[in-house]
Every structure is written in structure tokens, then in C-alpha cells.
T-cell receptor
């Protein structure tokens, strides 16, 4: 069942600005992942943060995780038009293989 | 480059006519997944294989079947497609559970 919920559903910014997307989930997790999906394409894995980690960086991406609030955020710094895509958070259970994806945030970066 | 390949990218079938979607991988991953994604929605897991062990999600309709004849290939069979089955079907792989998944570009299925 769908567990993650992203906020906002849509975000429009200009190139060079930062974009922040939030994800909330309901049950305990092993780790949380963020994916990007360009229109008409498959999902691309961006970053995985484990439940015992609080922050993780990868290039212009910064992910935070607050397990007490059951929430995560994805920050994209100095955004580019090529960052235009949908961004999904995905949570897993401690056992099993299923990833539960949120509904996603649609990000539009205009030049 | 190692990758996940889905064929065809676009598939049109008639209402009730069986259709098969295919996925191949060169990553040699143990786990393969099939997701259904409808417009502006999250991907929904249909089933997955760990090696040859098949795992069906509880709410996957009986209309959907899957085969994994070897490590590299996995097929999604829709026995009698209905209009509600029109969607993007995504194949993904991973080394094991809870690890990053590698997705193909999907097959967009239309039902006439």
C-alpha cells in the first residue's frame, strides 16, 4: 500500500533557485529512497538514506531524515532546467522487497 | 552499459486480447520487479522475483501473471486486458531487497 506522501504536489521555480520537497510516511522503515522520473521515462535512483542516518549529500542533492516525525526532505540546490521532473520518495519495510512510493512532486525549473 | 531494457516502448492491444510485455537486464541482479504506473500516480508494485521465487502483491489482479525463465529475462502477461489496465508498466531490478532499484524506461500500454 502507498505509504509516502510528498509535499508539495507541484513546484515551479527559476533556474538557480533551490527546490525543497518533503515526504511523510506512516510506519517504521529500514531506509528511505528518492527517485527522479523524467516525463515518459523510468525512475532513476537518486539517494538512499538509512533509518539511522540524519542527513546525506550527493552533489547538489541533500536529503534529511527525521524518524521521530516520520518525514524526509530533498533539497536540490542551484536548480537547472534539466532538473525538471517528478520526484518520488519510497520507503521499505524491515522485511520484504516492496518499495512504497509516494505520489510524487512535479518540479518545473524555468530558465 | 549495464541496463534494464523494456520492449516494446509502446504497445496497443484490443480489449480482452492477451498481451505480453518483456524486460531484460544485463546487471545480473537477483531481484526483478514489475510496477504499474497510471498517469500522475505513484508506481504500484505488482509482483517481484527473487531468483526464481515469485512473490505476488496481495492486491494484484489475477489477470496479471509473470514469468522469469532465467536471470536476465522477465515477462508480464495480461490475460484479458480491460480498459483500466491502460498504464505505463515499469520493470526494475535490484541486488536484494531494500537496495536501490534500477528501472527500465517502461512500456506504455493502450487498450482499444
Amino acid at each position: 500500500s502507498q505509504q509516502g506522501e510528498e509535499d508539495p504536489q507541484a513546484l515551479s521555480i527559476q533556474e538557480g533557485e533551490n527546490a525543497t520537497m518533503n515526504c511523510s510516511y506512516k510506519t517504521s522503515i529500514n531506509n528511505l529512497q528518492w527517485y527522479r522520473q523524467n516525463s515518459g521515462r523510468g525512475l532513476v535512483h537518486l539517494i538512499l538514506i538509512r533509518s539511522n542516518e540524519r542527513e546525506k549529500h550527493s552533489g547538489r542533492l541533500r536529503v534529511t531524515l527525521d524518524t521521530s516525525k516520520k518525514s524526509s526532505s530533498l533539497l536540490i540546490t542551484a536548480s537547472r532546467a534539466a532538473d525538471t521532473a517528478s520526484y518520488f520518495c519510497a520507503t521499505d519495510a524491515f522485511s520484504g522487497y516492496a518499495l512504497n512510493f509516494g505520489k510524487g512532486t512535479s518540479l518545473l525549473v524555468t530558465p | 552499459d549495464a541496463m534494464v531494457i523494456q520492449n516494446p516502448r509502446y504497445q496497443v492491444t484490443q480489449f480482452g486480447k492477451p498481451v505480453t510485455l518483456s524486460c531484460s537486464q544485463t546487471l545480473n541482479h537477483n531481484v526483478m520487479y514489475w510496477y504499474q504506473q497510471k498517469s500522475s500516480q505513484a508506481p504500484k508494485l505488482l509482483f517481484h522475483y527473487y531468483d526464481k521465487d515469485f512473490n505476488n502483491e496481495a492486491d494484484t489482479p489475477d489477470n496479471f501473471q509473470s514469468r522469469r525463465p532465467n536471470t536476465s529475462f522477465c515477462f508480464l502477461d495480461i490475460r484479458s486486458p480491460g480498459l483500466g489496465d491502460a498504464a505505463m508498466y515499469l520493470c526494475a531490478t535490484s541486488t536484494s531487497g531494500n537496495q536501490p532499484q534500477h528501472f527500465g524506461d517502461g512500456t506504455r500500454l493502450s487498450i482499444l
